[in-house]
Nanobody, 125 residues
Framework: QLGLVESGGGLVQPGGSLRLSCSSS????????LGWFRQAPGKEREGVAC???????FYADSVKGRFIISKDNRKNTMYLQMNNLKPEDTANYHC???????????????????WGQGTQVTVST
């Protein structure tokens, strides 16, 4: 168990915003690249964004310009600011430490074979 905790999800109307948070009681986030992933019902889990240890970022085309990934090492917390949300953003969102962040993250880039519970984001009227 990595003690990963995702939070901040909820129900929001199209065009709205949410900020997701990811923290861990057992990992020091400053040591790893980090990523956000999501899985919609009936679909494969996909990478959303990742951030390197020196704050470089990469985004999936579907969220580029709308989502912002960031981290606060003092709080050992990573964030995903999601703006202009669309119904197709509806999914369960997960965070994970990575072995690398050189483009849109893949689940295969995870450092550990572990998923937290995630946080549900639902975009609907």
């Amino acid at each position: 168990q990595l003690g990963l905790v995702e939070s901040g999800g909820g129900l929001v109307q199209p065009g709205g915003s949410l900020r997701l948070s990811c923290s861990s009681s057992r990992l020091t986030f400053d040591w790893y690249p980090l990523g956000w992933f999501r899985q919609a019902p009936g679909k494969e889990r996909e990478g959303v964004a990742c951030i390197t240890t020196n704050y470089s970022t990469f985004y999936a085309d579907s969220v580029k310009g709308r989502f912002i990934i960031s981290k606060d090492n003092r709080k050992n917390t990573m964030y995903l600011q999601m703006n202009n949300l669309k119904p197709e953003d509806t999914a369960n969102y997960h965070c994970a430490p990575l072995t690398r962040c050189v483009g849109v993250p893949s689940p295969a880039d995870r450092r550990y074979d572990y998923w937290g519970q995630g946080t549900q984001v639902t975009v609907s009227t």
